[in-house]
T-cell receptor, first 115, second 111 residues
Framework: DAGVIQSPRHEVTEMGQEVTLRCKPI?????LFWYRQTMMRGLELLIY????????DSGMPEDRFSAKMPNASFSTLKIQPSEPRDSAVYFC?????????????FGPGTRLLVL | QKEVEQNSGPLSVPEGAIASLNCTYS??????FFWYRQYSGKSPELIMS????GDKEDGRFTAQLNKASQYVSLLIRDSQPSDSATYLC???????????FGQGTTLQVKP
């Protein structure tokens, strides 16, 4: 079975540009999480969807960040405009319904560098 | 105070030794605790979960939980070089699936 799929795997962009990160969760999973990982701050939850509905977006750093989940098989995280401090690895994770909701399966991540 | 704290390390142990990784958390109401392993340049993967006080063993791994002390640990017996990675402690808060991660402890197992 395919795991969580993220694209692109690497992204280099210039400050001020729009960046869109994409995620396809594991089929049948109904929760989706976007994380950001940096050396300084570690792994931080940005936003969490359940059944395509945003449940907790308290980790979204500011209005430049937005996330959508238009259907059960696709989500995007958009940064507009991007800044050098947004450079990080962005992970998408998904988890199945029921008691195993706490078991989160991570995608390979998108390594973002903003120049 | 950070919600989940870990010593960043690196923790260096010889091959075959027991590696002990520790984690403390601040939310006394937390009920679920997890250990994720992350190899350099890779994504985190779940290796252990624990929900009740005491020990939980899975192969060479043992998770220990003490809710009164707000402390969770991971023991790795017979450490192997392939265990060299960063180990992330995660705590589930509230009634949602939200996990709070510690900064991670880097483990180095030397042959």
């Amino acid at each position: 079975d395919a795991g969580v799929i993220q694209s692109p795997r690497h992204e280099v962009t210039e400050m001020g540009q729009e960046v869109t990160l994409r995620c396809k969760p594991i089929s049948g999973h109904n929760s989706l999480f976007w994380y950001r990982q940096t050396m300084m701050r570690g792994l931080e939850l940005l936003i969490y969807f359940n059944n395509n509905v945003p449940i907790d977006d308290s980790g979204m750093p500011e209005d430049r960040f937005s996330a959508k989940m238009p259907n059960a098989s696709f989500s995007t995280l958009k940064i507009q405009p991007s800044e050098p401090r947004d450079s990080a690895v962005y992970f998408c994770a998904s988890s199945p319904p029921g008691q195993t909701i706490e078991t989160q399966y991570f995608g390979p991540g998108t390594r973002l560098l903003v120049l | 105070q950070k919600e989940v704290e870990q010593n960043s390390g690196p923790l260096s142990v010889p091959e075959g030794a027991i590696a002990s990784l520790n984690c403390t958390y601040s939310d006394r109401g937390s009920q679920s605790f997890f250990w994720y392993r992350q190899y350099s340049g890779k994504s985190p993967e779940l290796i252990m979960s624990i929900y009740s006080n005491g020990d939980k063993e899975d192969g060479r791994f043992t998770a220990q939980l003490n809710k009164a002390s707000q402390y969770v640990s991971l023991l790795i017996r017979d450490s192997q070089p392939s265990d060299s990675a960063t180990y992330l402690c995660a705590v589930k808060t509230g009634n949602t699936g939200k996990l709070i991660f510690g900064q991670g402890t880097t483990l180095q197992v030397k042959p």
